[in-house]
Nanobody, 112 residues
Framework: QVQLVESGGGLVPPGGSLKLSCAPSRSIDSIYSMAWYRQTPGKQRELVARSTSSSIINYADFVEDRFIIVRDSAKNTLDLQMNNLKPEDTAVYYC??????WGQGTQVTVAS
């Protein structure tokens, strides 16, 4: 099982930007699929963006070209650059590694 350590959450005003990073415990190049999910109280965890080692990238519809997911082999991290953040983006964001590893979550709060 891969251990995942997330960083980069925090409080940001509407329209602001944040960058989340996820560091896996083994080489990111050896992991086929990694993703970012998010969850708010009372709701199911939902996919934000996914990246595979074969360069397939998928984004949820609500991303609307505001977020960019990057697999950085040099830093061995999965990054999520989030721009033009909205209050409805407030959630706990989780890093995921196929087949069944999850990070501890990092809180993102978008508020003025």
């Amino acid at each position: 099982q891969v251990q995942l350590v997330e960083s980069g959450g925090g409080l940001v005003p509407p329209g602001g930007s944040l960058k989340l990073s996820c560091a896996p415990s083994r080489s990111i190049d050896s992991i086929y699929s990694m993703a970012w999910y998010r969850q708010t109280p009372g709701k199911q965890r939902e996919l934000v963006a996914r990246s595979t080692s074969s360069s397939i990238i998928n984004y949820a519809d609500f991303v609307e070209d505001r977020f960019i997911i990057v697999r950085d082999s040099a830093k061995n991290t999965l990054d999520l650059q989030m721009n033009n953040l909205k209050p409805e983006d407030t959630a706990v964001y989780y890093c995921y590694s196929h087949p069944n590893s999850w990070g501890q979550g990092t809180q993102v709060t978008v508020a003025s």
